[in-house]
């Protein structure tokens, strides 16, 4: 049975717990480390801990890094439910001394007021203000199911706080705005505190695992200093597409509640956030080969799924190859092949997009 912290908060460019599942199974034993540098959701680094693994996962997007943090380091459902209790609590007096939320909505007041009803913005700011989730595992937990229901389907269920919007998506201020009045639709009255109580007891139907990881909001060159002395048997991570999708734009919403923008941004978090031309994006692939040789076990593996705009399954396993030069280390491709994306994320509010239609996996061994 899937684990319910898998789905905990869906968005673009994920792969499935599955892909992870049958790597872990296949090129590590249990006690072994697992390292995802580009974590994402956490999905891998979660995986190998269900597994009885060891887990790295860093990411060096907000949104990314407190999703990861959450899996990895999960509290207990009791601990959760009393934090949220206690954050609740703090909110009336909060929200009765505060006379006004325009910071928190910077110059896109109209978006936040058509994204959000009036008692669920404000609370929405106390806990933007409140939650310490860089730095204390139980705020972290809130903050991921928070984010998991800041957007989605309005009619399809009430766990969800916004306006009608995608799930794995922010969509932009203006396009939002223009949507939302066109059909005169108007947000939910949503108890943020009610909703997010809800969510973590259907999250924690799922037993969390005894065993904890380790999360970094850091650069993946970074990493080698993060983790110090370890090394992982399992290298596996996706890195960012080539011109495909901007993390940083397309999930500017729940970085705005994380204490970001209030606003779309590029370039802000990483200069890796999306490339557009080869020569850039084959740069970062060498940096992640040059983590991969201070941070992989001689004999360990490093999968990597990857895909670009334009390019070729031949051109993405000989562009892996040729930049694993950088590891200075001995490096075999062991195996390729091609994942059509079945079910792709564009289509739930772009249908018929031309966008990526398959992705390339490759396993190597490094000696």
């Known amino acids: 049975m899937r684990h319910r912290f898998h789905s905990m908060c869906p968005y673009f460019a994920m792969f499935p717990e599955s892909f992870a599942e049958s790597w872990i199974e296949e090129l590590t034993q249990p006690g072994d480390l697992v390292l995802d540098p580009f974590s994402g959701r956490g999905t891998a680094p979660f995986q190998a801990l269900l597994m009885g693994r060891a887990a790295v996962g860093g990411d060096i997007n907000p949104v990314a890094y407190v999703l990861t943090r959450a899996k990895l380091r999960s509290p207990s459902l009791r601990q959760l439910l009393a934090r949220i209790d206690e954050l609740e609590e703090k909110s009336r007096v909060a929200v009765r001394q505060r006379e006004s939320i325009d910071g928190d909505q910077g110059e896109n007041r109209d978006f936040f007021e058509l994204a959000f009803a009036p008692r669920t913005l404000v609370q929405l700011c106390y806990l933007r203000k409140e939650l310490q989730w860089s730095s204390d595992d139980l705020d972290a937990m809130v903050a991921a199911v928070t984010v998991g229901c800041l957007h989605g389907e309005v009619n399809a269920t009430a766990n969800y ?66 983790v110090g002395s370890k090394r992982a048997q399992l290298l596996i991570t996706s890195p960012p597409y080539l011109d495909t999708t901007s993390f940083e734009e397309d999930q500017w919403l729940r970085g705005w509640f994380l204490g970001g923008a209030a606003m779309p941004t590029r370039g802000v978090y990483s200069r890796d956030d999306r490339h557009y031309t080869r020569d850039k994006y084959w ?40 930049t694993s030069v950088c590891s200075q280390r001995n490096v075999k491709l062991v195996s390729s092949g091609v994942s059509e ?27």
């Open 283 to 322: 740069s970062m692939i060498a940096d992640l080969w040059r983590v991969a040789g201070q941070l992989v076990v001689p004999g360990g593996s490093v999968v990597i799924r990857i895909a670009g705009r334009g390019m070729s399954e031949d051109e993405l396993c000989r562009g892996l190859l040729g």
């Open 161 to 226: 706080l916004s306006n009608q919007m995608p799930r794995t998506i922010s969509t932009k201020p203006n396009y939002s705005v223009k949507f939302w009045r066109e059909r005169g639709l108007i947000p939910p009255d949503r108890d943020v505190f009610e909703v997010i109580r809800n969510r973590a007891k259907y999250r924690y139907e799922s037993n969390r695992p005894l065993r904890r990881g380790q999360a970094w909001l850091c650069d993946m060159r970074e990493l080698p200093r993060k």
């Open 341 to 367: 994306i079945v079910r792709r994320q564009t289509d739930a509010f772009r249908p018929g997009s031309l966008g990526l239609r398959t992705e390339v996996d490759c396993q190597f061994k490094m000696y």
